[in-house]
């Protein structure tokens, strides 16, 4: 019996043109891998229902909920700086939305459900590894407090997919604010369909910012919200030590959550030219590189809306480029109050910038771990993370010096530092042994990260271990994307 789901689709009731009607493949045997029932919670979703053989049916794409309108929708896209005029969902129905317990609206979309007119040369599938990994990650992201798609549940499918090598087959179901990436109104654009990017602008403004609807250059206002809330997001990737790994325009949304957790990785050690992606040959989404690259896909986005700020190109090119020019200024502010907070320092002084970019470049010489560096400036164990532990001797005095002048007590700036600074991160060796033991069918090291990563920022001592940076025999020297 199919399951019934309070979906009210509003994206499914744009033109045809958005996407493609379609519904899930369906698969061979599939089960129950993981189901995060407290999203299912606060979806407004039955946890017991969802994990029924009927519920499990449903999220591995066997069966559609009552009132399911399954869509892939089209975009297109700048990868890797290179122009593709039709991307979309190769592998992704999106079931529905659904108004969750507080009032928001969000996607509910199977990944890996099967293919679609937009597979291109694909199979539509994703195997076991890559959904743990965004599973793992997009629930960590959240527990660390950064706008982000969620994992809702995992399943395997029975079958096997084949990549360099044979693996089990499985399907994620992905929560999202929306789908809608910079790469969404690129495919207007592109094809100079004013009217369909006249609706997709009113659409995303209705969903992710009515506060601008009455603006009298609303498709401007909109570009100016999606700068702030780009800015805001890379500025807390940066704190965290996170790359995103594949920041191609379809992978920036315009609800600025992060979205697609490919080739994803946190440093270790820390060093500004970090890349970890298989795919990025030449560092174009290294670490250092991150913010800039959001002006970049910024800019692709003011691009495409120019029809739509207003009948004078030139004059619509230049309001646009006033408002991403403005990304710079929004980032360093909140990349400085940011690392200000993991540093302990409540209040401003001009000097904190250069205070913080010299611990940086410290760390980058001294190969120091970057999660473990600032988590223990709170409890004088910093040195430990360093390869030499004398790196920071001409850095302490000016450290101490500058917290003397803040007004909060000792234990105030502990605890606001480890609220701001997680003992824990999805390590990669660590997202590598859930996978390689869940591919053998033991789930316990995924099951163990998953429940010790919902609390990032306490560190419990049976899982002290996880907050260790790996041994020489077990860094991850690159990641994939899985596809």
Known sequence: MALSIPFDNSYARLPERFYARGAPRPVAEPALIKLNRGLARELGLDPEALSSPDGVAMLAGNTLP???????????????????????????????????TEGRRRDIQLKGSGQTPFSRMGDGRAWLGPVLREYIVSEAMHALGVPTTRALAAVTTGETVAREAPFPGAVLTRVAASHIRVGTFQYFASREDTEALQLLTDHAITR????????????LALLGAVVGAQARLVARWMSLGFIHGVMNTDNTTVSGETIDYGPCA?????????VFSSIDQFGRYAYKNQPDILIWNLAQLGGSLVPLIGPDEDKAVELALEVIHGFPDLYRAEWLRLFRTKLGLA??????????????????????????????????????????????????????????REARSAE???????????????????????????????????ERLVAALSAPFSLAGKDSDLAAPPKDDERVLQTFCGT
């Not at 892939?72 to 290179?82: E, L, T, W």
């Not at 470049?361 to 409890?379: S, V």
């Not at 700036?413 to 600074?421: E, V």
Request: a negative charge; aromatic letters at 8%.
């Open 66 to 100: 009552d009132g399911a309108s399954p869509i892939s929708q089209v975009y297109a896209g700048h990868q890797f700086g290179g122009w593709v005029p039709q991307l979309g969902d190769g592998r992704a129905h999106l079931l529905g939305e659904v108004i969750d």
């Open 208 to 219: 992710h910012y009515p506060e601008v609807a009455e603006d009298a250059l609303p498709a």
């Open 266 to 274: 946190f440093l270790d050690a820390y060093h500004p030219d970090k």
């Open 347 to 404: 209040e401003a002084e001009d000097n904190d910038a250069a205070l913080i970019h010299d611990l940086l470049d410290r760390m980058a010489a001294g190969q120091a771990d970057f999660t473990n560096t600032f988590r223990g400036l709170a409890n004088g164990t910093t040195g430990q993370a360093f390869a030499a532990p004398d790196a920071l001797d001409g850095w302490h005095p000016a450290y101490e010096a500058r917290l003397t």
């Open 412 to 446: 105030e700036r502990i605890a606001a530092m480890d609220a701001a600074n997680p003992a824990l991160i999805p390590r990669n060796h660590r997202v590598e042994e859930a996978i390689s033991h869940a591919v053998s069918g033991d789930l316990a090291p995924f």
